[in-house]
């Protein structure tokens, strides 16, 4: 077999993308059933299961809640609901130990009544009344859904509500009776990508082929979405076309004609009551003003949409800064910073001249998410965690202290264990961060390395029961490479390896292995590594570029064929991130990296387990399969394992996930550790 064929349609494993084709799952179920007989023979496989079962089903475990109104609201899967539950509670009961919790949705029970495979994907409520919610329901975790109008109140769906069939739709609220839709309305209503091309208002009662047509993209957009903006005083009605992954416009919907918001086609748009927000990619030469990537800037909405460009600069980035997220109360602004991957919070407040403070009660470990805020209210909710401390979520009004809400067990034993942050040298010279968790002092040990390098995904300090559990407790070290592709230093961090210049991001991963054998944390042999979805790319490059760096690899949800992956599923919508195939330039250096290009016989590769899930309708599972099929009938070891449920995440309840995972360490273990095969991990301690 030559490798000229590959990718064209001489592919001789092309039949395996078939996604549900029979002679594709038996292929699946011959190699899921190899896996399974190998790797679960071991005390320690029964136990790692055991384990992350028992933390993923947790009673303990913090419930997170959104506010709607006087409610939050949960979604909680444990042993007695895989499928979930959906409930909500008071404030004043969620302060209590044992909160009293009113279910409006049970899944599992919904799946046996209606013989479905629902997976929760979650609710689009109307506000100001939260009476009526557009939930959506996966068949299998996929990305696909069916929508389904719910009561909140009776706690029921609303009999002859809007009903849209399976597909990856779009859907917001208008007011009572009508919705903005993007859907599989029928041939050219989705974009090559596979979403909603079109955005259509649909009244309650009417059929679904007499919604109105307010805005059209093109076939080679990524997506078009319409909402309206329901707080009071401020109804807006706004249509955001994706025409690339990266770029945008954004137009207002003033009668039937739209209106363009005229930011950069690269910039992303925030607006709430009378500010307009603008965060840019790229810099912005406007009003006789020269603004940086990175920034975030503000305006009056109405000012800006006569011709006003007199912008207020509320964040600019330096090198060891960006800006990571934001979230509005009513009257002030939180800014969530990044200072070499480590957080710090801001509030600005418009009112006093975009004043600005620090926000009081943010720990200094790890990291702080904002994972909720009331746009109508004075609330936010802040989520603080690190590599070694489970999770604390607090609630806070702005100018009051903030009071500690709920706080997470302590998983595992992380007494001994230190996080420590390096910085490797890459290839051209950049210094690339990356933080290593392990024991105090301790010599080379059995290393789990992973990365991400992509669409501006930072990765930051984080509690993971299943690493700590399977991995730290056992006593090897978990290192987390934050390389270029990802935000953590502003959007030029992922800028400067687009495209042409994507093999800048497996050179710093690389660089970062290679420092941690350099400083004696690990050895090569004791070195593993392990990422999913554009991580699982990263791990097929690796396998087949650095080979010699590694002791065993774990690909995950990958994109592997780089030369066809833009026909495949979402592909298309990632083009701007890798480059186009079908342009031979691009194709040049796509083929270049593409691991199933690039897969050879004879070649040393370390040991690899590949995984994936039938039912992930984003990233195609062709992609795993194709690759163990050739490096199979080259003669190279593989693993594999596909889970027929779960979607993108590759798990659809926490059974799925804790066999998953513990396929995966039991693999990891045995290759970088093998006189460790018989171990058991210790029984569950807490700090």
């Known amino acids: ?62 419930p997170y809640v959104n506010r709607r109104g006087e409610y939050l609201y ?88 809007f009903v849209v069939p399976e597909a990856k739709t779009r859907v917001r609220w208008i007011d009572i009776d009508t919705i903005y839709l993007g859907t599989d309305f029928g041939p050219d209503s989705l974009t090559t990508s596979g979403y909603p091309r079109i955005v259509k208002r649909w009244r309650r009662g009417s059929p679904l082929a007499e919604a109105v047509t307010v805005f059209e993209g093109k076939l080679s957009d990524v997506s078009v979405v319409g909402y309206r903006d329901l707080t ?236 700590g559990r399977g991995w730290l407790a056992l006593g090897g070290n978990y290192v987390v490479a934050n390389i270029r592709g990802g935000g953590e230093y502003g959007p030029e961090w992922h800028t400067s390896v687009l495209k042409g210049n994507r093999l800048r991001v497996y050179e710093d991963f690389a660089a970062v292995a290679e420092d941690l054998v350099a400083r004696g944390i690990t050895t090569v042999s004791q070195l593993g590594t392990i990422g999913g979805s554009n991580g699982g790319l990263l791990m097929g490059v690796m396998l087949t570029r650095y080979p010699e760096l590694f002791g065993a690899i774990v690909c995950q949800v990958p994109l592997l064929d780089m030369l066809r992956y833009h026909q495949l599923l979402a592909g298309a919508s990632w083009m701007a991130e890798y480059g186009d195939p079908d342009i031979e330039a691009e194709r040049s250096y796509l083929r270049s990296y593409s691991p199933y290009h690039n897969v050879h016989k004879g070649f040393p590769y370390p040991p690899i387990l590949f995984t994936t899930s039938t039912r992930d309708d984003r990233v195609h599972p062709g992609h795993a399969r194709k690759m163990v099929a050739r490096m199979r009938d080259l003669g190279h070891p593989v693993r594999y394992y596909e889970n027929t449920e779960g979607g993108h995440a590759a798990g659809a309840d926490n059974e799925q996930r804790a066999l998953t995972w513990a396929l995966v360490l039991e693999f990891l273990w045995r290759q970088l550790a093998p006189e460790s095969a018989q171990e058991t991990t210790p029984a569950r301690e807490t700090a």
């Open 1 to 62: 077999m030559s490798d000229a064929t590959i990718g064209t349609d001489g592919d001789p494993y092309r039949w395996l993308e078939d996604v549900t084709g029979e002679q594709a799952l038996d292929w699946v179920r011959e190699r899921d059933a190899e896996t399974v007989a190998e790797l679960t023979d071991t005390p320690r496989f029964a136990q790692l299961k055991a384990e992350i079962r028992d933390a993923l089903d947790a009673d303990d475990r913090i």
């Open 74 to 161: 949960n979604f909680w899967q444990d042993a007695a609901h895989p499928r979930g539950l959906w409930r909500r509670t008071t404030l004043a009961e969620y302060r209590t130990p044992q909160p009293a919790w009113e279910v409006l949705l049970d899944v599992d029970a919904l799946a046996e009544r209606e013989a479905e495979n629902w997976v929760w994907k979650g609710a689009v409520v109307l506000r100001p009344g939260y009476r009526r919610g557009l939930l959506q329901l996966s068949r299998g975790g996929a990305d696909a859904v069916v929508v389904r109008e719910f009561d909140l109140v009776d706690k029921e769906f609303v009999a002859d509500g």
């Open 232 to 467: 009071e005083g401020f109804e807006r009605n706004i249509i955001t076309r994706s025409v690339t992954f990266f770029t945008s416009e954004f137009y207002l919907l003033t009668g039937e004609e739209p209106r363009r918001i005229e930011v950069p086609e690269d910039a992303e748009i925030d607006v709430h009551r009378e500010w307009l927000l603008i965060q840019t990619r790229s810099r912005w030469l406007v009003g006789g003003h020269d603004y940086p990537a990175g920034a975030l800037l503000g305006v009056r909405f109405d000012e800006f949409m006569a011709g006003g460009r007199d912008l207020v600069v509320l964040f600019e980035p330096d090198p060891h800064t960006s800006l990571d997220a934001f979230a509005w109360t009513r009257d002030h602004l939180i800014l969530n910073l990044l200072t070499d991957v480590k957080s710090r919070l801001e509030v600005l407040t418009p009112a006093q001249g975009w004043s600005r403070a620090p926000l009081p009660g943010v720990p200094e470990f790890g990291s702080t998410d904002i994972i909720g805020s009331d746009e109508d209210g004075t609330e936010y909710l802040l989520d603080s965690s690190g590599y070694t401390e489970p999770s604390t979520l607090r609630r806070g009004e702005v100018g009051e202290p903030a009071e500690i809400l709920k706080q997470a067990p302590a998983m595992f034993d992380a007494d001994g264990l230190e996080v420590r942050q390096f910085f490797a040298t890459s290839k051209d010279g950049t210094r690339i961060p990356y933080f290593v968790v392990g024991e105090r002092g301790s010599s080379a040990r059995p290393t789990l390395l992973t990365g991400y390098g992509g669409f501006e995904v930072s990765l930051k300090p984080g509690y993971s029961a299943t690493v």
